[in-house]
Every structure is written in structure tokens, then in C-alpha cells.
């Protein structure tokens, strides 16, 4: 009879946790929007009140292999640490997350992609830069065989980011105006702007001073049409 509860008490609490799961993961689906919105400043201090339940929602949902929470939660859990003071937290719950097996290819590539955080200030050495290369194209690869043309955009933007650490500003180039034309093709203005900036800074890098402005400009109406409150660039 003890084991019996025991048992009993144990599928409890097992789902009990799946619910908890569950919520945190919907609850991410839906500030996912709002983090690129007017109520931005409103939805990261929501989302900075329940970190604690949130990564426990996903270290459960890793552990179980419950890819769906898994996938509800990783974009807006990483735009969340990149425009606040998580970003170190949510780059190291991907890091331990790649540390473990996954069979999903798709989180696998999504994860590869954010693992490196923005690629602004994280890296000293071109090792470093070489490295996180050689994942964003792993992830690109994966977005590719799927035809996730988002998740292609986002590597895209990505692998800019490491070749303009690596001077390798043609290849960079290439890859940022191929992001920004993908996401322009989809309808994200949040991310236009995102890759129109970076671009603006390799024309700065290129000394193009005429096309860095541009860039820069339409950069800011971008975010200012969308009341972008974060110093995302």
C-alpha cells in the first residue's frame, strides 16, 4: 500500500510539473510579440518576475524531451535575455541545453543559433568567433533542409555578426542583406531593423559613409514605428 502511494504521489507530482510546463511555455509563446512591441518594457519586467518558474519550466521540459515547450519558449526566452540584463542566463541555459541529447534537428539548430547570444561583446579571439561560425552553419544547414526561411534569416544575421568579428566584411555583407531581405519577405519589422543596423555599422567598417547613414536611419524609423524602448544596437 506505501508503494502504491508512493507511486501515486510521484505521478502527482509528475504532472503537476507538466502542467507547470505547460503554462510557462504558453505564457512565453504569447509575450513573444509584445517583446517587439509598445509594451515592451511592460512584458520583460513580467517575464524577469517569473525567470525562475520559466527555467524551470524548461529544464523540465529538457529533461523529459518535451520538444513542443521546448520550442514555444526558446525565441522569446532568448529576445528576453538579449534586450535585458538576462542575457547571460539564457545564454547558459542554451549552453546546458546543448549539453544534453537532442533529437529534435530543428531546437538543435534553433539553439545553435542563439547559443552565442548577439556576437556583439561575447568574444575576444578569432578562435572564438571561428567557433561560433561553425554553428550558426550547422544551423543555417538545419533551417535550410526544413525551409524554416526565418530560422535562415536569424543564422543569417548571425553569421554576420561573426565574420564582422572575423574581418571578413564581403562575406558578412552578403549574409546581412540576404537576412534583411528574408525578414522583409516575412513581415518582421522588429528584425529588419535589427539587420539594418548591423549593416550600417560594416558600411561604417567599410567606409561607405552614404550607405552606413541609410542604413542607420531607416534602422531607427523601423524602431521607432514599432516604439522600440531598448538599446538594441
Same mark, same amino acid.
Given at each position: 500500500?506505501?508503494?502504491? %502511494?508512493?507511486?501515486?504521489?510521484?505521478?502527482?507530482?509528475?504532472?503537476?510539473?507538466?502542467?507547470?510546463?505547460?503554462?510557462?511555455?504558453?505564457?512565453?509563446?504569447?509575450?513573444?510579440?509584445?517583446?517587439?512591441?509598445?509594451?515592451?518594457?511592460?512584458?520583460?519586467?513580467?517575464?524577469?518576475?517569473?525567470?525562475?518558474?520559466?527555467?524551470?519550466?524548461?529544464?523540465?521540459?529538457?529533461?523529459?524531451?518535451?520538444?513542443?515547450?521546448?520550442?514555444?519558449?526558446?525565441?522569446?526566452?532568448?529576445?528576453?535575455?538579449?534586450?535585458?540584463?538576462?542575457?547571460?542566463?539564457?545564454?547558459?541555459?542554451?549552453?546546458?541545453?546543448?549539453?544534453?541529447?537532442?533529437?529534435?534537428?530543428?531546437?538543435?539548430?534553433?539553439?545553435?543559433?542563439?547559443?552565442?547570444?548577439?556576437?556583439?561583446?561575447?568574444?575576444?579571439?578569432?578562435?572564438?568567433?571561428? %567557433?561560433?561560425?561553425?554553428?550558426?552553419?550547422?544551423?543555417?544547414?538545419?533551417?535550410?533542409?526544413?525551409?524554416?526561411?526565418?530560422? %535562415?534569416?536569424?543564422?543569417?544575421?548571425?553569421?554576420?555578426?561573426?565574420?564582422?568579428?572575423?574581418?571578413?566584411?564581403?562575406?558578412?555583407?552578403?549574409?546581412? %542583406?540576404?537576412?534583411?531581405?528574408?525578414?522583409?519577405?516575412?513581415?518582421?519589422?522588429?528584425?529588419?531593423?535589427?539587420?539594418?543596423?548591423?549593416?550600417?555599422?560594416?558600411?561604417?567598417?567599410?567606409?561607405?559613409?552614404?550607405?552606413?547613414?541609410?542604413?542607420?536611419?531607416?534602422?531607427?524609423?523601423?524602431?521607432?514605428?514599432?516604439?522600440?524602448?531598448?538599446?538594441?544596437?
Amino acid at each position: 500500500q506505501y508503494a502504491t %502511494e508512493q507511486l501515486a504521489a510521484l505521478g502527482q507530482a509528475e504532472a503537476a510539473q507538466a502542467r507547470h510546463s505547460q503554462y510557462f511555455a504558453e505564457f512565453m509563446r504569447a509575450q513573444e510579440p509584445e517583446l517587439k512591441g509598445p509594451r515592451q518594457l511592460a512584458t520583460m519586467q513580467a517575464i524577469d518576475r517569473d525567470f525562475d518558474n520559466i527555467r524551470l519550466a524548461w529544464v523540465w521540459s529538457l529533461e523529459r524531451r518535451h520538444a513542443a515547450n521546448l520550442h514555444l519558449m526558446l525565441n522569446p526566452l532568448y529576445l528576453f535575455g538579449f534586450l535585458g540584463r538576462r542575457h547571460v542566463d539564457t545564454i547558459v541555459i542554451f549552453q546546458q541545453s546543448l549539453a544534453q541529447p537532442i533529437d529534435d534537428p530543428p531546437l538543435l539548430g534553433r539553439l545553435l543559433a542563439r547559443r552565442w547570444g548577439s556576437l556583439h561583446w561575447w568574444f575576444q579571439s578569432a578562435s572564438d568567433y571561428q %567557433e561560433a561560425l561553425a554553428s550558426i552553419e550547422r544551423a543555417l544547414a538545419i533551417a535550410q533542409a526544413e525551409g524554416n526561411r526565418f530560422e %535562415e534569416a536569424f543564422c543569417r544575421l548571425m553569421a554576420g555578426y561573426a565574420l564582422m568579428g572575423m574581418q571578413r566584411p564581403a562575406e558578412a555583407l552578403a549574409h546581412l %542583406e540576404r537576412s534583411k531581405a528574408l525578414f522583409e519577405a516575412l513581415g518582421e519589422p522588429f528584425f529588419v531593423s535589427w539587420a539594418l543596423s548591423r549593416l550600417g555599422y560594416l558600411h561604417a567598417a567599410l567606409h561607405d559613409p552614404d550607405k552606413e547613414i541609410a542604413a542607420m536611419e531607416q534602422s531607427l524609423a523601423l524602431a521607432r514605428a514599432m516604439h522600440n524602448r531598448f538599446a538594441l544596437f
